[in-house]
């Protein structure tokens, strides 16, 4: 069982910058490809960003390549999202994904078992 902590959400202004963190305590990070998504209400849920479990591999969405930096931290057990240059549609709920099995797990939400309970992100115009 791999427990994933996120934090960092919140409302801010078109144009600004938010990061969110997903912590995964007690477990060998390093052993997880992570991801993130992102979905709204009546919507599917929508890839963001993915990284390998080294960090040498990693994907966006067209939708917010040259603006979110996904990174991760394996001494500190932790995945980062940075995204900046907010717009509206990017308010969403955002989850962090883990996968033990994989080594990439891109862009496809079934190919990652565990989700953490998401967090709220939300941009103002």
């Known amino acids: 069982q791999v427990q994933l902590e996120e934090s960092g959400g919140g409302l801010v202004q078109a144009g600004a910058s938010l990061r969110l963190s997903c912590a995964a305590p007690?477990?060998?990070?390093?052993?997880?490809?992570m991801g993130w998504f992102r979905q709204v209400p009546g919507k599917e849920r929508e890839f963001v960003a993915a990284?390998?479990?080294?960090?040498?591999?990693?994907g966006y969405a067209d939708s917010v390549v040259g603006r979110f930096i996904i990174s991760r931290d394996n001494n500190r057990n932790t995945v980062v999202l940075q995204m900046n240059s907010l717009k509206p549609e990017d308010t969403a709920v955002y989850y962090c994904?883990?996968?033990?099995?994989?080594?990439?797990?891109?862009?496809?939400?079934?190919?990652?078992?565990?989700w953490g309970q998401g967090t709220q992100v939300t941009v103002s115009s």
């Open positions: 007690g477990r060998t990070f390093s052993s997880l490809a």
């Open positions: 990284i390998s479990r080294t960090g040498g591999s990693s």
């Open positions: 994904a883990a996968e033990p099995n994989s080594y990439y797990s891109g862009s496809d939400p079934t190919n990652y078992r565990y």
